[in-house]
């Protein structure tokens, strides 16, 4: 394998230095190309960057060089690593014993025996303090220090919540291994292991050594032990499939072994007690035991789900372990129907009893359905153009419903099922022995209409109408259309008017609105006659006069209201109504409204209570209870319930984090506490949110990390 990998090198190379541009032709010992036409060039054993035209870009004289990234490009000098940008200036000097290439403005660095990352000023974004650093994967770096091994984010914050730790626990790759640690660093499963992969919420295979085991982390138990099988090749049936010279092979979830892996070249998955295995050409089955049931002799076996197979060598079925006796020998069309079989003799379908071979009826059906309805019933049908269906009880052996009908499907109500005969639609309930109309098929149309769960729609020449399942007309059928609102009941049309039913199937809003529409959740609509717009409470009552030019639904606790250009609200009842005198109304979260006039904007209750006048530049709704203020260019704060927290007098204030929020003032940040009183004095250069009672900050250019208290930690 490593000549034919290294011919194609050989051969790959030739073609790359004919690929070269001419002025880099047999110019170099080693050429390797760079993005924007740029090359990575050796000369003697000094390393450089060039261009097509052979200028070059970065000196060759360093020992290695490494690859642009986010405007820089490392390099190594006198055995020690630093940064050049691409106008072959030195901007990091030559100071690290390892270093990688910038990602997103960071980068992976060690000086003498420890691990950090640098920014591109080479200011430490996580201090040089870690005997092992990660590089970063989705903006997770893990660490080792001293006994303690955990991970950060790129801003060199902790991370131990339960939203990096699932159970407990965390994967972590950490110099080429893999383990399990804890929230408080402790590593749980050695970091030892080549490969780890999830194959449950519990189990995960590992490689070590080229061989596959299986361990659970969360028991610290190995299950499969390494050193053994070639390939875990995964968990199903409560087994671990496990792979050895190509041979397949079970073990439980225990870690008993039930079959080894030296017979089998594949077992297929369990079908209730029994698998189907094979061995060469030939097939058998084994039990949960792992015990051969059928012998390894036949060239294709169906396992049924009662236990009963077919083989083809001769065409016969056998039961599991009584091979002796042949049962029966029709062709099965589908799978079991519970202990009982579908078969076809002469072309038409029968009901068999797989255990005894006998059938449960003489009577002969064009088809004969495999699917199991309620009251062990089955379909049965004719070939006839419509086709015809009835049901057949499989367990009585009886006809319940004659092969009568052109539709026969099943309805959300329990034994009730829609018919149709001779062109119209109908109800009938049935049960394992009979079955009676509920309605008799009268209806060009009917189907399910979702008001409530017991209600039908019909259709006839004269319009649509409703009916119960039990066939109670509830709406007769004149109206031109019937849809069913999202938050419950119906709209009714007729004569382009507009009514509603509520979810009893009454009529309580007659068909006489040129609008009518859900205002919120408790059955209020939005109506509309002679051009104006009010509200209709859940009896069709008007609770909100018909005088408003629109009305919108409930949108965060209340409806928008306008006249004449002027906007307005109402509460969700229609009880609250705040004069159409704005330019805008907007509910917010919480109980707050912002208000606009005059190109300013105000704070409201959602009961009509005026908090502050339209005077502010701008209201923000933060979604965390509390509303960000902005006035004359500075912010502030409103609790939720309403209270002005703060002075108008932050550049910024942050979201509530562990119950503080970063603000910003005159340039430098602090704390402030969710009573608005300053908790960490605002001094620092910049601040992170706490994350578990820390924030790292800077104060002028120093980074540290400071509890609640203010209180500089080590």
């Known amino acids: ?376 019933l089955v379909y049965i049908s004719d070939n006839k153009i419509p086709r015809h269906f009835g049901f057949f009880n499989i367990r009585k052996a009886k006809e319940v419903v004659p092969i009568k009908f052109e539709v026969l499907q099943k309805t959300l109500f329990n034994n009730i099922y829609l018919v149709k005969e001779d062109g119209k639609m109908g109800l009938i309930f049935v049960t394992d022995a009979k079955y009676r109309y509920v309605i008799k098929p009268q209806y060009d149309e009917l189907s399910l209409v979702k008001i409530a769960p017991n209600f039908l729609r019909t259709k006839t020449e004269k319009g649509y109408g409703l009916v119960s399942e039990k066939g109670q007309v509830l709406l007769s059928a004149k109206y031109e259309n019937i849809t069913p609102f999202e938050k419950g009941g119906a709209k009714v049309e007729l004569d382009a008017k507009f009514g509603a039913v509520n979810s009893a199937g009454k009529l309580y809003v007659p068909a006489e609105y040129i609008y009518l529409e859900p205002y919120n959740t408790q059955d209020f609509l939005v109506a509309k006659k002679l051009y104006k717009f009010g509200v209709l409470n859940a009896r069709g009552r008007e609770v909100v006069p018909f005088e408003y030019d629109r009305i919108d639904p409930v949108t965060n606790g209340i409806g928008v209201c306008m006249i004449n250009g002027g906007y307005g609200f109402l509460g969700a009842d229609g009880k609250t109504r705040v004069p159409t005198k704005y330019q805008s109304i907007l509910g917010l979260s919480g109980d707050f409204v912002r208000t606009e006039f005059a190109y300013k904007f105000g704070v409201m209750t959602k009961k009509g209570k005026e908090l502050i006048k339209p005077s502010l530049d701008a209201v923000t709704d933060r979604n965390d209870g509390f509303l960000l203020l902005v006035k004359d260019g500075k912010a502030g704060l409103m609790s939720p319930k309403g209270k002005l927290l703060t002075p108008y007098t932050y550049q910024a204030i942050g979201k509530f984090r562990e119950g503080l929020a970063i603000v910003k003032k005159d340039g430098r940040f602090g704390f402030i506490d969710m009573n608005g009183r300053v908790q960490i004095p605002i001094i620092y250069n910049n601040v992170k949110n706490f994350v578990d009672g820390v924030s790292f900050v800077n104060l002028n250019g120093e980074p540290m990390r400071i509890d609640k208290n203010n209180k500089i930690l080590e």
Request: net charge neutral.
């Open 1 to 376: 394998m490593r000549k034919y990998f290294l011919l194609f090198f050989l051969v790959a190379g030739s073609l790359l230095v004919a690929a070269l541009p001419e002025a880099l032709q047999g110019r170099y010992k080693f050429v390797f190309p760079m993005d924007d036409g740029l090359y990575k060039v050796c000369e003697g054993k000094y390393w450089g960057v060039v261009n097509k035209d052979n200028e070059p870009i970065i000196t060759i004289e360093f020992q290695q060089v490494g690859d642009f990234s986010d405007g820089l490009i490392r390099a190594r000098g006198g055995n020690l690593w630093g940064y050049l940008n691409n106008e072959d200036k030195v901007v990091i000097d030559f100071m690290y014993r390892e270093a990688d290439d910038f990602r997103n403005g960071i980068a992976r660095v060690r000086k003498e025996w420890k691990y950090g990352y640098i920014d591109k000023e080479n200011k430490p974004v996580i201090p040089l303090i870690y005997d092992l650093l990660s590089r970063p994967e989705e903006g997770i770096i893990t660490f080792k220090k001293g006994d303690t091994v955990g991970i950060l984010n790129e801003e060199n914050e902790r991370l131990t919540s339960k939203k990096y730790f699932p159970r407990g626990l965390r994967k972590v790759y950490l110099n080429g291994r893999y383990g399990f640690i804890n929230p408080q660093g402790k590593i749980v499963v050695p970091i030892q292991y080549e490969e780890m992969n999830k194959i449950s919420d519990d189990f995960f295979s590992f490689l070590s050594e080229n061989k596959e085991g299986v361990i659970n982390p969360y028991a610290n138990k190995i299950i499969v032990p390494s050193g053994v099988y070639d390939k875990i090749l995964g968990l199903k049936d409560d087994f671990f499939y496990v792979s050895k010279d190509y041979k397949v092979g079970l073990i439980g979830t225990n870690g008993e072994v039930v079959v080894a892996p030296d017979e089998y070249d594949t077992i297929y998955g369990f079908n209730g007690q029994i698998a189907k295995v094979k061995k060469g050409d030939l097939y058998g089955v084994i039990n949960r035991a792992g015990a051969l049931v059928i012998p390894v002799r036949y060239k294709e076996i169906s396992v049924l789900k009662n236990g009963y197979i077919r083989g083809t060598n001769d065409g016969k079925f056998y039961p599991v372990g009584r091979e002796k006796r042949t049962y029966f020998s029709y062709k099965f069309i589908n799978d079991s129907l519970s202990d009982l079989c579908v078969v076809v003799d002469d072309g038409m379908s029968k009901i068999l009893d797989a255990k005894t071979g006998d059938l449960l009826t003489r009577k002969k059906f064009d088809y004969v359905g495999t699917k199991l309805y309620e009251d062990d």
